[in-house]
Nanobody, 126 residues
């Protein structure tokens, strides 16, 4: 069964950190492009980080560059999103998705991704 499961979300104060995990089953993640998206209420889903397969290139949205880090743990078939210095505007549901493309300006386009997790909620508030 092909499945992506996110975890690690929660409530955190501004300036705090969270690490999101995305565990894959039925896929070997190292062979796929994988991206993290987020969607806030009333807003479109946006790509925040993308890890290409093969060349190891990483892509970030300008709004998270320097604060978020995407990484893979291939033996665990898991992708992480380390989020530091969180801001209230980072509040959203975060999704991992795979089998799309990384893009330099947009990071990732949701409609290009075939497989999605159900998401994990991140709330940044004091």
């Amino acid at each position: 069964q092909l499945q992506l499961v996110e975890s690690g979300g929660g409530l955190v104060q501004p300036g705090g950190s969270l690490r999101l995990s995305c565990v894959a089953s039925g896929f070997t993640l190292e062979y796929y492009v994988i991206a993290w998206f987020r969607q806030a209420p009333g807003k479109e889903r946006e790509g925040v980080a993308c890890a290409s397969s093969g060349d190891g290139n990483l892509y970030y949205a300008d709004s998270v560059k320097g604060r978020f880090t995407i990484s893979r743990d291939n033996p665990k078939n898991t992708v992480y999103l380390q989020m530091n210095n969180l801001k209230p505007e980072d509040t959203a549901t975060y999704y991992c998705a795979l089998n799309g493309a990384c893009r330099r300006t947009e990071v990732a386009r949701p409609y290009e991704y075939d497989y999605w997790g159900r998401g994990t909620q991140v709330t940044v508030s004091s």
